[in-house]
């Protein structure tokens, strides 16, 4: 078994269930009713709380593509609004309320056995992880398990999916890539053309992701002139072959430093969770656009 390929596999399974906390009215709403109005303070505050009442410094090094004076812009503020704690209950609250919407389950109606089930089987393979040196996924590894299944889902998809970002970070600072660059690096393979790129799905391009990682025009075009001054991009601000080529290193050393979890899963535990897992997916899918900035790509069959 190719467990990089299947840590891939997998996170294009289990990322469209931890994204809810992004993309759906009820996550936005339990974060509101937290005091969290606004999408990014109820984004920085949730995605950061595990962590405590951290200073902007290390939000910035953990989540490392923001801007720094984009995540300034809510941290430390969101703490004089929500307290960790409250930020948690909140992100948890939306979560499970939008995957059971999604999956069309009705005030009071049993949670199915195949959910069940894969909820159990995801949070197994999470109690494997190590959190040494993941930043996100440490503290995240830290909280309660929950009880309920569709909590307990969600939860084992954010552990999982943290640990993944953690590794993705890893390999982008071995590639002595900032933040800024890497975001631009990831435009610029897109830019170069549908068969240079096929190592990753379509992303956001330059326009949709420069205002929501708080970057100004000056620091992406400086971006891209590192990178110009490396081979790796081009003229025209498309990848180069060499440029390409990072990129795919950078995903393939991701999806190792994620296949962990799975080593001792088996090829058919595995398949047996990924067929659990994908119509939950699939369901949780129609609440992200595609593509998306996170870049997990759609179910087969599904349009944005």
Do not use: K
């Not at 060499?242 to 535990?269: C, M, N």
């Amino acid at each position: 078994m190719d467990n990089a390929a299947t840590a891939r596999q997998l996170w294009t399974l289990f990322e469209p269930v931890h994204v809810v906390s992004y993309f759906t009215a009820e996550a936005r709403a339990a974060f509101e009713q937290a005091g969290l109005r606004g999408f990014w303070r109820g984004y920085f505050a949730g995605r950061a709380a595990p962590m405590g009442q951290v200073d902007a410094p290390a939000v910035v090094a953990a989540f490392f593509v923001f801007a720094p004076t984009m995540v300034s812009r809510a941290i430390p503020g969101v703490w004089e609004l929500a307290t960790p704690a409250q930020a948690l209950a909140a992100r948890q609250a939306g979560a499970v309320a939008a995957v059971r919407r999604l999956l069309e389950l009705a005030p009071g109606d049993q949670v199915p056995a195949a959910v069940a089930a894969a909820s159990d089987e995801l949070a197994a393979a999470a109690s494997s992880l190590d959190g040494a040196g993941h930043p996100l996924a440490a503290p995240n590894l830290a909280l309660p398990i929950p009880d309920e299944p569709i909590a307990r889902l969600w939860h084992a998809a954010t552990l999982l999916r943290e640990h993944r970002g953690d590794g993705h970070v890893a390999t982008l600072v071995a590639a002595d890539l900032d933040g800024a660059e890497a975001l631009a690096l990831r435009a610029a393979v897109d830019r170069a053309g549908d068969d240079t790129h096929s190592h990753v799905a379509a992303g956001w391009n330059r326009e949709q992701m420069q205002p929501v990682r708080g970057w100004t025009d000056a620091q992406w075009d400086a971006a891209d002139e590192r990178l110009t001054a490396r081979g790796l991009l081009n003229g025209e601000r498309a990848a180069t072959p060499a440029g390409v080529a990072l990129h795919r290193e950078i995903e393939h050393a991701t999806d190792q430093a994620a296949a962990r979890p799975w080593t001792s899963f088996g090829r058919e535990r595995v398949s047996a969770l990924a067929q659990l897992l994908r119509p939950i997916a699939g369901a949780c899918a129609t609440a992200m656009p595609f593509p998306n900035p996170v870049g997990v790509p759609a179910p087969a069959g599904l349009t944005s």
